[in-house]
């Protein structure tokens, strides 16, 4: 029932609101749909609503039959998906504007779907899905439209949310599920389904205190991982062997496996948390342990040649002599710089 968005609060003022009637799915129709292009009658050119959206006929299927009998298949293209501003229709996308998109078009506001990295787990985009700091960059500035716009789906349940006495503890699962397109747009090169567990405090847009603690939790894990991985491109220079940017990416990967799960159990338990401080202090600490455990298998497995170094070509520093220890010395120097002195036992 989260996902049912209010009517009123979904369309109410939009030219949407004065077709309602006639936004139904594609097998309720008055007319059936043949084979040529949708006409005025069927709805026109644009969806009506939401149910006529989500079945609309991109593809078609044409039966040849001979004699009563099926003979052959044509498949076939459908009618073209236009819409002049699809992000006041759909609710499940996020969206960004688009300046090459309002240059083309020549309009003044255009929003392209925000497109899913396979690479970033859901709780590492979680600052897109909250109203905290997601709305600091809806802010275009000087009057300026947003630059981002959450997904509709989400500005519902801070609305609900705030204007409810929902549990602030009350668990929610928001999924995220995309496709990574690849030739020309063409092909399915992955499938993106993953989701996240939060209190619904975090999405409350009066009590913003949890959702930023939430979003800074991943920036802290981010800068973590970010020195991991610069720990192992240096160690590879160190050592002379392999492509320092392969063993970068590398230990960000192990980084983020890492942490996915302890910052997920962090995050269920956010609002359980009488003192933020404390929690993210909490969290820190639990970041530095297994970056360290990491770093620690990075340095052991760089080997004796890692050990005695080499003279390298550094970005920005010029020639220096790279070995384990100095890599070692960078990398503690930027978790300290990044998460803090370590809590006091």
Known sequence: MLNLIAFEEAYAGSELAERIDEDRPAWRRNEPYGPGPRSERAGGPEPLGLRDLYTWQTRRIRLCADQGVVTGVVLGYGDPLVQSSPWLLEPMSGWRRSPAQEKKQGRAIVYTPSRHDPEKSAWRGLGALLPSRAQAGETGGRGEPPVRLRAGITRWYTQIITESEIDP?????????????????????????????????????????????????????????????????????????????????AARHLGYAALDGPYRAWLRNLARQPDLQAARQEWRETVRRHVHRLARQEIRSAGPAACDGRVVDLPGRGERLMDAGRAELWFRARLHQVLGPPATP
């Open 169 to 249: 503890g009350k668990l929610v699962r928001l999924r995220l599920v995309g496709v990574v397109y690849g030739t020309q747009q063409s092909v399915i090169d992955e499938i993106v389904d993953d989701s996240v567990v939060l209190p619904v405090v975090t999405l409350h847009e009066t009590n913003p205190v949890y959702g930023p603690a939430a979003v800074d939790a991943v920036s802290d894990a981010e800068t973590a991982v970010e020195a991991l991985g610069h720990l192992a491109g240096n160690l590879a220079r160190a050592a002379g062997t392999g492509r320092p940017d392969t063993a970068d990416a």
